[in-house]
T-cell receptor, first 113, second 113 residues
Framework: GEQVEQRPPHLSVREGDSAVITCTYT??????FFWYKQEPGASLQLLMK?????EINEGQGFTVLLNKKDKRLSLNLTAAHPGDSAAYFC????????????FGLGTRVSVFP | EAAVTQSPRNKVAVTGGKVTLSCNQT?????MYWYRQDTGHGLRLIHY???????EKGDIPDGYKASRPSQENFSLILELATPSQTSVYFC????????????FGSGTRLLVI
């Protein structure tokens, strides 16, 4: 089945700098991807869902890039601020959709002044 | 507002005891999921369901049962709880089709002593 590798596991970022989290997946037929943010003790908050038809997706304070050739999905936090301190998870839609999502292991981001 | 509600939020159980975690969704989604979240493992799928009356094994079903008595409710049952089942459990619901949305509950923190 689908395997998702997420790097790095931890990231310290100075306020105002950018940060990149990368996920690689194995199934070349995967076409639907998610990024979630999880603050300590909280549930998962959807940041963005991405379809394979679009390689660049922009959100508020971040950009998601999809490289289908390399089977790589990345989240770029632009101009990090303290509110970005959280765990971030990528997830890939399983082609047998009722099985939901396969998650990466997560990246814990800390933004310091 | 459509939502996924889990209960209890926190639970302490004794080894060998029976534990039932409950999940209710008002999204009218056919598919529901139980995940556990552990440090170093991300979110892993335990059981899922296509609809009322159905339960299917996910990636790590051993030691767990599930029950879907209605569209809205999906329970996770630990018949004989063990300390290795200490974790945070998340319920989610999902729509059908290629553009599914997934909504997560707030999580249940289970400690088995």
């Amino acid at each position: 089945g689908e395997q998702v590798e997420q790097r790095p596991p931890h990231l310290s970022v100075r306020e105002g700098d950018s940060a990149v989290i990368t996920c690689t997946y194995t199934d070349p037929n995967s076409y639907y991807f998610f990024w979630y943010k999880q603050e300590p003790g909280a549930s998962l908050q959807l940041l963005m869902k991405v379809f394979s038809s679009t390689e660049i997706n922009e959100g508020q304070g971040f950009t998601v890039l999809l490289n289908k050739k390399d089977k790589r999905l990345s989240l770029n936090l632009t101009a990090a601020h303290p509110g970005d301190s959280a765990a971030y998870f990528c997830a890939v839609f399983r082609n047998n959709y009722a099985q939901g999502l396969t998650f990466g292991l997560g990246t814990r981001v800390s933004v310091f002044p | 507002e459509a939502a996924v509600t889990q209960s209890p939020r926190n639970k302490v159980a004794v080894t060998g005891g029976k534990v039932t975690l409950s999940c209710n969704q008002t999204n009218n989604h056919n598919n529901m999921y139980w995940y556990r979240q552990d440090t170093g493992h991300g979110l892993r799928l335990i059981h899922y369901s296509y609809g009322a009356g159905s339960t299917e094994k996910g990636d790590i079903p051993d030691g767990y049962k599930a029950s879907r008595p209605s569209q809205e409710n999906f329970s996770l049952i630990l018949e004989l709880a063990t300390p290795s089942q200490t974790s945070v459990y998340f319920c989610a619901s999902g729509d059908e089709g290629a553009h599914s949305d997934y909504t997560f509950g707030s999580g249940t923190r289970l400690l088995v002593i």
